[in-house]
């Protein structure tokens, strides 16, 4: 049984920092990948990056140099540090995992629409960012 719990959002100016956090349950670090998607009102969710079993991470283009995914193991909790906020990073943040393949790698695109293979998902926690 895998259970995600993010936390950490909030509202905060153009320019400015947060750090997301979800806490994982269940056997994630083994052979699942887990990203953080993000859906902003009227728009389907995409895929904002994600981080395989082995550390591996990658990004879409929009959050790239500006986001960072991490984990730490021995906590069982997953990060996104976020900076350099825009008004456009405003939306409902997930945490989402699915099995990886060949035991833990992330596979499929990032980005809008991507995100049917994410089986397991949080209840989310909202960033506002403004001008």
């Known amino acids: 049984q895998i259970k995600l719990v993010e936390s950490g959002g909030g509202s905060v100016q153009a320019g400015g920092s947060l750090r997301l956090s979800c806490a994982t349950e269940g056997d994630t670090y083994t052979s699942y990948c887990v990203g953080w998607l993000r859906q902003a009102p009227g728009q389907e969710r995409e895929g904002v990056g994600d981080i395989d079993i082995y550390g591996s991470t990658r990004y879409d283009d929009s959050v790239k140099g500006r986001f960072t995914i991490f984990k730490d193991n021995a906590k069982n909790v997953l990060y996104l540090q976020m900076t350099d906020l825009k008004p456009e990073d405003c939306a409902m943040y997930y945490c989402?995992?699915?099995?990886?393949?060949?035991?833990?790698?992330?596979?499929?695109?990032?980005?809008?629409?991507?995100?049917?293979?994410?089986?397991?998902w949080g209840q989310g926690t909202q960033v506002t960012v403004s001008s």
């Open positions: 989402a995992a699915y099995v990886g393949a060949l035991g833990g790698y992330c596979y499929g695109k990032l980005g809008h629409g991507e995100t049917g293979r994410f089986r397991h």
